[in-house]
Every structure is written in C-alpha cells, then in structure tokens.
C-alpha cells in the first residue's frame, strides 16, 4: 500500500491516525538528511549518511530511492518484503518518483496520492514545520506545484487532505476495500 503526496500534504499525520482502524507495518524508509528534534532514527526513518546510503542502493537493498530536496530517501526490502512473508499488510509513505517505481515493478499495490485542499494551505503546513528555511518552502511549493499537476492520475485513488479524520477514513476504506481478508 502506496501514500504518497507533495511535502507538507500530511502524509506522516495521517498514517499515525490511520494506523488504530487498519492493521499494517509502516515501512520506514532511510535518509540522507538531517534528523529533526522531534525524530527518533528507526522511527521517522533510518537515518544514514550518504556513503551508507550509496551501500545500500550498490547492494541492492532498496526496493525503491530518489532524490528529494538535496536528499536521498529508499525503502529498505526487508521493511517491506519481511512483513509480506508474514502475511502483513505494508504501507509505504514514499515520494512520488519512489511511489512510481513501486507501483511500476507491482501493479497490483494499493497505492493512493494525498492531496492539499490548495496550495495556500500546503504553505501554511510548511511554515508550520520546525526547521525549514524560506527557500527550502519555495523550492517545496514550486515542485509540490508539479507534482499535483502531474502526478495525481497516477494513482489508484486520490484523497483531499483538508479535514484529517475525513481524509483518513477515506483512506481506511479503501484500504479495507482493497486488502485480502
């Protein structure tokens, strides 16, 4: 199961409360990029360095990577394939070009593109974040910009992120919906 969505849309917000209705491991994906105060390594993400990073990606550890802001992020297999194994349900919070890659390589994912009501909000979300400079909020807008023009029909389904508990039970149907029972 595939989220993905401009930076500020809400995605890690969401899956949080979506995790009480639906029964999944959240793949936690790895990074290059700094941690933040409130993040924990092996929650948020793995956070690596970029020679590590590279390791991973010459090992073939990655089911999926790109490049984001002058940042690395992958998906680790074993987040994913591990729990497969076990018969859990997985649900990835990657970046459209990472969503793409797994939705190329396994069709059949659920995979789902989380929307802002409008662009004035998405910078209001932004700047609401610790830590993010004007410019890494204009280059964030310009690029989220893109990717809702280009990226939204891609997907199996797109939910509007401007009521969260909306969002996230439409979200949690389709998850339903779409899950072996």
Same mark, same amino acid.
């Given at each position: 199961? /595939?989220?993905?969505?401009?930076?500020?849309?809400?995605?890690?917000?969401?899956?949080?409360?979506?995790?009480? !209705?639906?029964?999944?491991?959240?793949?936690? =994906?790895?990074?290059? @990029?700094?941690?933040?105060?409130?993040?924990?390594? *092996?929650?948020?993400?793995?956070?690596?360095?970029?020679?590590?990073? =590279? @390791?991973? /990606?010459?090992?073939?550890?990655?089911?999926?990577?790109?490049?984001?802001?002058?940042?690395?992020? *992958?998906?680790?297999?074993?987040?994913?394939?591990?729990? !497969?194994?076990?018969?859990?349900?997985?649900? !990835?919070?990657?970046?459209?070009?990472?969503?793409?890659?797994?939705?190329?390589?396994?069709?059949?994912?659920?995979?789902?593109?989380?929307?802002?009501?409008? !662009?004035?909000?998405?910078? =209001?979300?932004?700047?609401? @974040? @610790?830590?993010?400079?004007?410019?890494?909020?204009?280059?964030?807008?310009?690029?989220?910009? =893109?990717?809702?023009?280009?990226?939204?029909?891609?997907?199996?389904?797109?939910?509007?992120?401007?009521?969260?508990? &909306?969002?996230?039970? &439409?979200?949690?149907?389709?998850?339903?919906?779409?899950?072996?029972?």
């Amino acid at each position: 199961m /595939i989220i993905s969505g401009p930076s500020g849309v809400g995605k890690n917000t969401v899956v949080r409360a979506l995790s009480p !209705l639906h029964n999944f491991h959240f793949a936690v =994906s790895a990074t290059t @990029r700094n941690r933040r105060p409130d993040e924990t390594h *092996g929650v948020e993400y793995f956070f690596v360095d970029d020679q590590a990073f =590279s @390791r991973l /990606i010459e090992q073939g550890k990655l089911l999926e990577w790109a490049e984001f802001a002058g940042h690395r992020y *992958g998906t680790l297999q074993d987040e994913v394939f591990l729990h !497969l194994d076990q018969g859990q349900d997985v649900l !990835l919070d990657v970046e459209l070009n990472g969503a793409y890659q797994v939705m190329e390589a396994y069709p059949d994912a659920i995979s789902i593109f989380l929307m802002p009501p409008d !662009l004035d909000v998405l910078e =209001s979300r932004m700047r609401g @974040r @610790r830590g993010m400079t004007e410019a890494e909020i204009a280059t964030r807008l310009k690029l989220a910009e =893109s990717q809702i023009a280009d990226g939204w029909h891609r997907f199996g389904h797109v939910v509007v992120n401007s009521d969260l508990d &909306a969002a996230v039970s &439409a979200i949690a149907g389709i998850l339903r919906a779409g899950s072996p029972e």
